[in-house]
């Protein structure tokens, strides 16, 4: 049981027959009331509520902040992004892209919708977005994608697609191999494990979630680590983020 208690400024937890008590301006406060938010919002659909520059973005707005300032850290030439739905993210990419005057955005999906595509090609930035529709882990597909990058680019890559274990893996296997060194491919939506019971949830997330792929793929993939981005400005009290993809950055560290 959580109680937060205003009017005396303390977040007070039960469990286990035991009670701790955490002022509201300390870090465990504001983990544990961002951790009951998260599955409240999710929940009440919250991530379905947002567009960017007209298009749907079904993402935490927390995360998108965070992902742009990686972005503008690493300045990548290429963004790789698998799982394109209504086009919201690559067009968020693709502004970054506008804003930095550097890289463009390559979207895959195994099925881009005729009136996501129609929305997509017409939006003021398609310029700077390349769509590619097919299974994201289909080696005819990587090979479409891998064509679109030239020698000596920075690549991050975005997986965003089908979030079971099996599926990450395969795509982390094989779009790790463009990613740059210093740079990441982000196994997005691992929130899927800490909601299990909530609506919309299977049991077996628990285990079958993008962080257990990230975690086994980099057990043996010693060219990369899970390591959190630094946030560039910080006068608070808290360092983590309160994100739907924990775990999720994996950074190259070093080439074979």
């Known amino acids: 049981m959580i109680k937060i208690d205003l009017e005396n400024n303390t977040v007070i ?8 008590t955490y002022e509201m301006s300390s870090k465990e ?6 951790k009951a938010w998260i599955r409240c919002g999710w929940d009440n659909k919250y991530v379905y509520s947002f567009a960017w520059l007209g298009r749907p973005i079904i993402q935490l707005p927390e995360d998108m902040i965070r992902i742009q300032e990686v972005i503008f850290d690493i300045k990548p030439d290429v963004i790789v992004e698998t799982g394109i739905a209504h086009g ?3 067009v968020y990419y693709a502004s970054l892209c506008k804003a930095m005057d550097k890289g463009r955005v390559v979207g895959i999906d195994i099925e881009i919708r005729p009136h996501n ?14 769509l590619i529709e097919g299974s994201s882990i289909d080696e005819k ?3 479409q994608v891998k064509q679109q990058i030239k020698e000596k680019e920075k690549v991050i890559v975005f997986l965003d697609s089908c979030h079971t274990k099996e599926h990450v893996l395969k795509e982390l296997e094989l779009y790790s191999k463009l990613v740059s060194i210093g740079s990441y491919i982000v196994a997005m939506d ?32 010693p060219n990369f680590v899970i390591e959190e981005p630094k946030f ?6 808290i360092d983590k983020r309160v994100t739907y993809w924990p775990g999720a950055f994996i950074k190259r560290i070093k080439y074979d």
């Open 88 to 90: 919201g993210s690559l």
């Open 13 to 20: 937890v039960e469990e286990k027959n035991q009670i701790s």
């Open 117 to 130: 595509r129609k929305a997509i090609e017409e939006h003021f930035l398609y310029p700077y977005i390349e």
């Open 232 to 237: 560039p400005f910080n006068e608070g009290n």
């Open 141 to 143: 597909t990587y090979e």
């Open 190 to 221: 691992g929130i899927m494990g800490e909601v299990v019971g909530a609506p919309r949830t299977q049991p077996e997330w628990i285990y079958d979630n993008p962080t257990i792929a990230a975690q086994e793929f980099v057990k043996n993939n």
């Open 29 to 34: 406060a504001f983990e544990i009331i961002s």
